[in-house]
């Protein structure tokens, strides 16, 4: 049955007609891997395993048996060499003749379970967990020093969410910290600033996210992953309308597997089911554009005072409507069917929120801060 997606209003349901097929099983079953794109080929660590997988030809090369890569890592381009993070060690493999190496100075942080990204020719790790508490923690490794550097924190502690890339800005989705997340929040180096943005369609953790070139502008994806259930959703977020696009579903639940994306097409590799085992199983979708369907959908700032000591004011010319206030781990916190457009004592701790509004005929939705 298909994942709720509890901010429906967000949504934008796309007619692609762009469909899931199976590409050629990896060597072994695995899941709690990674993988990366290297000269235009695909490779994929895991356990004690390196494989490399060939899109042009649709086959797979086993490169490595021996080398102990661990779980839940999280495997990084950076110049020519193929960084994996995830805890204290950083592994580095040379594709140009398959030879590892530790980086060194190693992480100063040891969160497990991160994310990681490469951008302007550094590496960034994000997240993860000290087996005591959750980390927002963010941090920069320049090879051109051999230095780490401390950043800006995240706004969300959490372990195992996702990370990539888009237009030059770093995006974090879902992750865990007692609770699954929809928390999805970008940084941009040149303001040195993070900023939560639309939630994800749904919380999830354990899936994967990248970047796609879609309509000549970078956008990003997401799917799969946990939520009390093993998820096969596909979605796609598009940074300048800030906007999630519904997407064709997957042909299989997946939850700790990995994903590549070449251009405008998305690979995605293993993972693990509600059977308990490890899937071969591999995917591969091209998409050439998004065509949407008409949606009376808008995004406005109706609600005043914002920031907000309590007392709201809703400015719609509409007599009934529907409002809903969320935190950021989806929880929705206030539900009113009402014609009264001044609510107040609303029963909310200092901090951010977001809010959706419904009328007959319109979708209203925002950020709504508490003092």
Not at 212 to 239: S, V
Not at 330 to 341: E, G, L
Request: one cysteine or more; a positive charge; charged letters at 20%.
């Amino acid at each position: 049955m298909k994942q709720f997606l509890t901010f429906l209003s967000f949504l934008f349901i796309t007619n692609v007609n762009a469909q899931w097929s199976y590409i050629k099983e990896m060597p072994k079953a695995l899941s709690k891997h990674t993988a990366t794109l290297y000269n235009g080929k695909i490779y994929v660590f895991g356990d004690k395993y390196t494989f490399l997988y060939d899109p042009s030809i649709n086959t797979w090369k086993t490169i490595d048996t021996v080398t102990k890569i661990g779980e839940y890592k999280t495997a990084v381009t950076l110049l020519d060499k193929i960084y994996i993070t995830g805890d204290d060690i950083t592994l580095i493999f040379n594709p140009s003749n398959n030879d590892w190496d530790t980086l060194k100075p190693p992480i100063p942080k040891n969160f497990r379970r991160n994310c990681a990204v490469a951008l302007n020719n550094k590496l960034y790790v994000m997240g993860g967990d000290s087996g005591l508490y959750f980390s927002n923690s963010f941090l920069e490794f320049d090879p051109a020093q051999n230095k780490w550097n401390y950043k800006e924190k995240m706004i969300t502690a959490r372990r195992l969410p996702s990370a990539s890339t888009a237009n030059g800005k770093i995006y974090v989705s879902g992750g865990f910290a007692n609770d699954v997340l929809s928390a999805f929040e970008v940084y941009n180096p040149l303001s040195k600033q993070w900023d939560l943005i639309q939630q994800l369609p749904s919380r999830r953790y354990q899936h994967v996210q990248g970047k796609i070139m879609l309509n000549g502008n970078e956008k990003i994806f997401i799917a799969g992953g946990y939520n009390d259930n093993e998820l096969i959703d596909f979605h796609i977020y598009d940074p300048l309308s800030e906007k999630w696009f519904e997407m064709k579903d997957m042909n299989e639940y997946r939850y700790r597997f990995c994903a590549v994306s070449i251009d405008n097409c998305i690979y995605v590799f293993g993972g693990f089911n509600s059977s308990g085992t490890d899937r071969a199983t591999a995917e591969k979708i091209c998409i050439n554009s998004l065509s949407i369907k008409p949606e009376n959908f808008k995004k406005s700032n109706l609600i005043y005072p914002n920031p907000s000591n309590g007392v709201i004011n809703i400015n719609i010319t509409e007599s009934d409507f529907l409002f809903e206030v969320f935190d950021i781990y989806s929880h929705k916190i206030i539900y009113k069917n009402s014609i009264n457009k001044k609510i107040e004592n609303l029963p909310l701790a200092s901090g951010l929120y977001y809010y959706r509004l419904k009328t007959n005929n319109n979708f209203y939705n925002g950020k709504l801060i508490i003092n």
